[in-house]
């Protein structure tokens, strides 16, 4: 199926950057279309902070837009995500997704965790 494994996250100053990737892997990764990060933080559900499709449309969580940009390379299998102007309100779980035409599912990584401290 799909394996994905994000990493970079942290522990960062508010107003601060940091740079997630999500590599992935599997017997079905040619047939991902979109991409996507969500995040959790402690007792909110998770929620859709981007997305972008095979063919490079990108969504973004108003929350998150002029801050965040998410970007894909489709060769390597990787999605990333680049957070600027951290606020402390972005400390969650930010977990990768990506979903399959063959499988007709969608995959999840294990979350990094991103910490703003003010």
């Known amino acids: 199926q799909v394996q994905l494994v994000e990493s970079g996250g942290g522990l960062v100053q508010a107003g601060g950057s940091l740079r997630l990737s999500c590599k992935a892997s599997g017997s079905i990764i040619f047939s991902i279309n979109g991409m996507g990060w969500y995040r959790q933080a402690p007792g909110k559900q998770r929620e859709l902070v981007a997305d972008i499709s095979r063919g490079g449309k990108m969504n973004y969580a108003d929350s998150v837009k002029g801050r965040f940009t998410i970007s894909r390379d489709n060769a390597k299998n990787m999605v990333y995500l680049q957070m600027n102007n951290l606020k402390p309100e972005d400390t969650a779980v930010y977990y990768c997704?990506?979903?399959?035409?063959?499988?007709?599912?969608?995959?999840w990584g294990q979350g990094t965790l991103v910490t703003v401290a003010s």
């Open positions: 997704n990506v979903d399959s035409w063959a499988s007709l599912g969608d995959y």
